[in-house]
């Protein structure tokens, strides 16, 4: 996809700004850092954007957080995140339109989702824009405007990631809680490429790992340059 715009993505707390990009992301962030692993609710793990396959005229936008879930496990939204799409429609770095989804604590955890709209601040500075009138619950898409469908919930991680292949080639790098690492075969050589598809192995699938997914289809036109 061509993208006309770029994308930001940002989960603001009560402290400030928790991570934010601000140009297409080509990579894949799961249990990082010590801080992710502490506040799942707060690690973003990757977006993506891309055309319907519904209806042409629609863009479809995914965050995803809160990574390594076990396949049957349960996880929530952090109801003290501010979770934001930022988008830049005229490649000066600078988001115009900002969509955000806004979690509660109830049981069933509320969503409110604000935008696509011009935000009342740009930058590391954010402030919670207006609400649509129409909430929806996780787990159920549901419409906060004509024209927008959300869904927010649970999702089968659709990274891939031969992580089998990545302790080879980086066995000194920190291992996420819960993930073994192969112990060090002194005859094996450490790797410098990945291995050929046919022989990679999908450790996020085999394992099972889920995400929080967050997911905001609306008309390309609410969302291009005017």
């Known amino acids: 996809m061509q993208s006309k715009y770029k994308i930001g993505l940002c989960a603001l707390g009560a402290c400030g700004l928790l991570g934010m990009l601000v140009v297409p992301a080509i990579g894949s962030d799961h249990a990082d850092t010590v801080e992710n692993v502490a506040n799942p609710g707060q690690d973003i793990s990757d977006v993506y954007v891309f055309p319907s396959r519904e209806n042409s005229d629609n863009v479809v936008f995914v965050m995803n957080v809160n990574p390594l879930i076990p396949r049957g496990g349960t996880a929530r939204f952090d109801s003290n995140v501010l979770y934001q799409f930022k988008i ?8 115009d339109l900002v969509i955000q989804a806004k979690f ?16 009342s601040s740009v930058g590391t500075t954010s402030n919670i824009e207006q609400f649509r009138s129409v909430t929806g619950t996780v787990g159920t898409a549901f419409s906060p405007m004509n024209g927008m469908r959300v869904f927010a919930g649970v999702r089968e991680d659709p990274f891939f990631i031969d992580l089998e292949q990545l302790f080879v080639i980086l066995p000194d790098r920190g291992v996420p809680p819960g993930l073994s690492q192969p112990p060090e075969n002194p005859n ?8 050929p598809p046919s022989e990679a192995r999908d450790f996020l699938s085999a394992g099972g ?10 008309p390309k036109s609410m969302v291009q340059e005017q």
């Open 88 to 95: 830049d429609t005229n490649k000066d770095n600078v988001e």
């Open 104 to 119: 509660d604590n109830s049981p069933q955890q509320i969503v409110r989702i604000a935008g696509p709209v011009k935000p």
């Open 188 to 195: 094996q050589p450490m790797a410098t490429s990945w291995r």
């Open 209 to 218: 790992y889920n995400v929080l997914s967050i997911v905001v289809e609306v």
